[in-house]
Structure formats: C-alpha cells, structure tokens
C-alpha cells in the first residue's frame, strides 16, 4: 500500500500473526488508518453506499437461491411460494429486487462524481477501468437476475437481448445465429438457458466482489480524489484516518440511503419492476411493450437509435467501451470540474443527455421521440469522442488552491492559510 | 446438410430480426394520444399506513367465488389462506367448510388409481379447468387467465404529455401510489357499455369494454345489480361488487401487504433514529477537525 503502515502489534499473538500472515495489519491500514483528504464531500460516501449494497445482494440473494427452482415449469411459481408461504420470504425477496434497482441508482451517481471530479486522470486510470469492469459485471448480474423470475418481460428481455448477437450473422453468415444457439442451449430460449442464466448470476457476484476488492486495493495505492482536484501533499495536516471519521460520515450516508431503500422495499415494491413481470413467461405471446428495467434504459435508446441491427448493437456495446478510454480522451490538465469553466456546462449536458436517453428507452422509438433518441445518442458519443479532447486543449482553467490545506483553511485561490476562519468552523 | 443449414440460419435470424423489430416498433396498443386515463380509487390499502377492510375482503371473496371462480382460478392460494391475519380472516371452521364443499382430485392411492376427496384447508385453490387446452376449449380459444397476481400485473398507460410525466413519476414516487393495478381492474369490471360508442365496429364473440386495451374484450360483463346478496347489508350494485372483488384480487397478490407496511413504519423510525444518532456523532467528531 502506498502509505506507511503505522500499525504496532501490541500482544504476542499479534506479533507471532504479523510476522506469518499480516491481515490484521493490512486491515488496521487499509480500514482504519487509511489516509483520506479531509475536504471529500458526500458524493464520495457512495462507494461506501454500494460496498453496502453488494453486501445487501449477496446476503438476501443467497437466501433466495435456497427457495428458487431454476426450472422453467416451476421457476415462476417457486418465487411466489416464497413470497407467501416462506418465513419474511417477501421481505428478502423485495430487498434484493429493490436492492439492484439501488445498487444502480448508487452506481450511477459515483461514476458522475468521478466524471465530475476527473477522478480518472493520473495516476487513477487503472482505477477507474476496474470500476467501469465492476459496472459491466453488475449489468449482466443484473440482466440475469432478472430474468430468473420467469415473467413475461424475463424471458422476452432475454429473447432480444440474446438475439442481439445474431447481428454478426451480416458479418460471417451464421456466426450470429451460431452463437446464440450455443448461449441458449437450443433454438429458443428455454430450461438449459435460465440453468446457465442462474448458475452465471450467481456466480458473477463474487466475480463482482473481486473487482471491488482490487478497485480499493487501486484505490489504496493512488489515494483518494477530492473535490479540488489538488493531489494530497501532507496526509498530517490534509487527511485524516478512515476511522472513525470517515467510517461515521459514511454511516450516516448509508442510514440516509437505507431510508430511501427501505421506502421503496416496504412501500413501492413493485413501483421499479414492470407489471408484466407477474405474468408467467410464455413464449406464445409477446407483450405489446418489451423494455427492460430503468438501469438499462439509456443503453437501450442508444440501441434503438441506430436505424441497422448491427450498428444499434455496436452503439451500445461502444457506449460502455468507449468509458474504458475516458483517462486518455481527456485531455485536460486540471482533474476537478469545479475549475473547468467551459467543460462545466457540458459535463451537465451529459447527465441531460443521459437522464434523456433513459426516459426515451422507454419510450416507443417513432416520431419526435426517435429523432430525439438519435440527437442524444450523437451527443453521448460526441462528449467522448470529441467535446473530452477538444475543451481540455482550448480552455483555461480557473485558479484553484494550490493545495488541499489551502482549500481547507483559505477558501478560494489564496495560498495563505487564514487560521481564523477555520476556528471559526 | 448445407441446405438445412442454411434453412435453420434464415429461419432464426429472421425469428430475430422480426423480434428485433417488434422490440424496436411496437407500440403500446393504445399509443400516445389514445391511452385511456384509468381514474384513480380510494383503496384502503393505499399509502403508507395502507390496510385490508376484512368485511370487504370477504365481500370480495363471495363475489369471486360465485362469479369470477366459474372460468377464472387462483392457483398460487391455499384456502387456509383464507383464515391467515392480513385477509378476509375468515374462522378455521368457515374455511373447513369452504375447502370441504370442493373437489380435489388426489391420489394415486394403493391401487394406483386417483380418486377425488372434499378439500381440506391445506388444499390450493381447486382450479375450474385441469389445464390450459381444457380452458380454451370451453371458451372459444380465449384463456380465462390466472387471478392470483392481476391486481399486480396490469399497470394503466396515462395520457400525460411527454415533459410533465416525469413530474408525475415523482408524484407517484412520493405518495406511494401502488395502486394502478387495483384501479385498472375496477375501471375494466365496470367499464362495460350495452352498446359501444358509434363508430365503433365490435368484432364477434368480443364486447365493448372502456378501459381494456384496443376496447374489445372476450370476457362478457360478468357483474350485474342485485346478482350476489351481500348478507352485511352493503349496496347491491356493480360498482360495489367491482370494488370489493378488487380488493380481495389486491390481497390475493400481495397477501403480506399489512404485515410489510407495518413493518416498514417500524424500520422507518429506527433507521430515521440511527440516521440521526449517526450525523450527530459525525459531527461531533468532526467539529474538531478544520475541513
């Protein structure tokens, strides 16, 4: 790890431990002592939040899978006998139905911060790709997940996402059609596909909890971002331990969170779900309306955007790749937002275009509602693509603190600790 | 061999364009413009400190038993669901009398044959076809579908226009609304006309229905005034048998309704307590710290 461990075994056993395997020191270090910039705002308690919400998924989804039947004759009706008939079985399953729509919700809005404060610039790029990696894992998690119980919108939902990979049959005549015969086990969806939908969904959580476990060791060893951007020069006077004060200001996020979440659980279960959902899947009868869940919607109207099965299918796949290149399409030299005069108003451009490109995937794509999904799309791939490189080169950043200590005692631009007004504090 | 190859390669990859297309093209049967505004009802089990009115419950029940029970089962209930806390609470005896007036096939017994018995509490539902086919037989094709889950598996379109529906997405956020399955279902059991508006051409074997989609539904009204006698002395009317069969429908899908509520008020106010005890320890600890 990349600050010096303060950690001093005080009894024998912990000595004899330290010098054989050093756990509790690496946990001492990395869980307590970890220096943290003292200025980080709330949006950074959010990898906190989701390191809960993992936990949350884990937990309730390993009850869940002692009550599921990934069987298609039963799989529908095996849900439901644990929503009536099974001990608090509705509390466990609503909160991991609820929990992924949460997970997201919290995931979206830590990959704006590190948007925002460019916390993927130097020396944070490997950081920053292993998040991108957790955020792909956790969409197919969940896309699995989903269609485990078995409703109309399951299967149908997995019928045209799978079916997307038939698209490189234009590429080698029968590749396409290959593959996804090979996916599903068959020529439709059908009981070999949810076998392996279920055995993948639970496996990919623990594929997920690696990748957070190196995210934080990345993490560990560059060091925590903060809103000024300014690396962290004198942990003493700049930082402070992860605990307590970090582990209580993170608490207090997670209580907050834990009230939204528990709103949604024990009042508006259903309210993220989809009402076909509680019909059984039936592959006879196609629901007039196939949209996935919310988390997918902006993926899903960039699919829908391009007029080619092929090119919708490239967009969208694109639309998460080009993420992986966000450290070196950005050419600017200050990390935060916050200095970033011109890059500012298009950075809240993005989140409109997102937040738009979400509420038209559920939207059918015809008239004003397809032009607007294309206008949107073009913008998603243009901020990347061009708006990243271009303003970091043309535009002149504000001044900023010269350190984090600045920013802490002084205020604004100058470099002269004002002591008083931090008393004042 | 290439030819059958060749054959499946076409076959499945116009089964996925085709998919592909209805995904992209399809729209809802009543596109914008068309949707029909389902009114919203006053239910009790609405909102945050939502209930079930066990005497309408129990209405409800009578109403589906003697009308909806005819074509239409409950396959996910148990007839001691009947007597659990959160429902009609009916007594165990009135159950036993309830499940007993049924006929359950069971078996096979000694002799490898089946045999149908009176039906005990910890009997499903008895269903009033054995199978799918069965059903479609005897309606004509259309499959009277399952009602253990309706009232959470229809969901209105509205009619908002596309910059104020996010507002009443949050609207509906922040009151809890729960409830447009329960709505749909009443405005489509009382939404049948004598005669559809003119213009309108209705296919046969198909009636004129308000709220249902495309307008044109299978199912004949199946209520009318005075057709069940309520023994509690409530008004005899369609609407009234309407609400009450929408009731019992809402619980038959969300048996656990009360219990999570109530529950739900308890985890509330213990996490709005720690959430507290948290920000004030929080800031004790950091008032110390300049940041």
Known sequence: MAHQSTYEPKTAFTRWMDSRLPVIRMAYDNLLDFPTPRNLNYMWTFGGILAFCLFVQIVTGIVLAMHYAADTSVAFDSIEHLMRNVNYGWLIRYTHAVGASMFFFAVYLHIFRGLYYGSYKPPREILWILGVLIFLAMMATAFMGYSLVWGQMSFWAVTVITNLFSSLDSVVSGLGTGIVQWIWGGFAVNDATLNRLFSLHYLLPFVIAGLVGLHIWALHVTGNNNPTGVPLRDPKTEALPFHPYFTAKDGFAIAVFGLIFAYFVFYMPNYLGHADNYVEANPLQTPPHIVPEWYFLPFYAILRAIPSKLGGVIAMFGAIVVLFFIPWLDTARERSTRYRPIYKYFFWLLVVTCLALGYLGAKPPEGGYLVAGRIFTAYYFIHFLIVMPVIGIIETPKSRPQSIADSILGGGNSSQPAVAAAEKR | ?291
Not at chain 2, 127 to 152: C, H, I, R
Not at chain 2, 234 to 246: G, H, I, L, Q, R
Request: aromatic share 12%.
């Open chain 2, 1 to 291: 061999m290439s030819k059958i190859l060749s054959m499946r390669n076409f076959r499945t990859s116009t089964l996925g364009a085709a998919l592909l297309l209805v995904t992209a093209y399809a729209s809802p049967s009543f596109a914008a413009g068309e949707a029909v505004e389902i009114p919203r009802q006053e239910w009790t089990f609405s909102g945050m400190t939502g209930y079930f009115d066990k005497a309408q419950l129990r209405r409800g029940y009578q109403v589906y038993q003697n009308v909806c029970a005819v074509c239409h089962g409950m396959r996910q209930l148990y007839y001691r669901n009947l007597s659990e806390p959160g429902g009609p609470e009916f007594s165990d005896a009135r159950v036993k009398d309830i499940a007993s007036q049924a006929q359950v096939t069971d078996g096979p017994d000694d002799n490898g044959e089946m045999f149908t018995r009176s039906g005990t509490p910890a009997d499903k539902f008895v269903l009033p076809y054995p199978n799918e086919k069965a059903a479609a037989a005897a309606m004509g094709g259309a499959v009277p579908p399952d009602l253990s889950l309706m009232a959470k598996a229809r969901a209105p379109a509205h009619a908002h226009a596309w910059y104020t529906e996010p507002y009443f997405w949050m609207v509906d956020i922040v009151t809890g609304y729960q409830e447009g399955g329960a709505d749909y279902l009443y405005a489509l059991l009382t939404g049948y006309a004598d005669e559809p508006p003119a213009g309108i051409d209705v296919l046969p074997g198909l009636y004129y229905n308000e709220a249902f989609p495309g307008h044109q539904i299978a199912m004949p009204s199946p209520l009318a005034d005075g057709f069940i006698t309520y023994e509690d002395g409530t008004e005899e009317t369609v609407a009234n048998y309407s609400k009450d069969v929408t009731a019992f429908m809402m619980w038959a899908a969300e048996p656990k309704l009360e219990e999570r509520k109530k529950m739900g008020l308890t985890v509330m106010i213990y996490l709005g307590i720690f959430a507290i005890l948290m920000y004030l320890s929080k800031r004790a600890l950091w008032r110390k710290v300049p940041h």
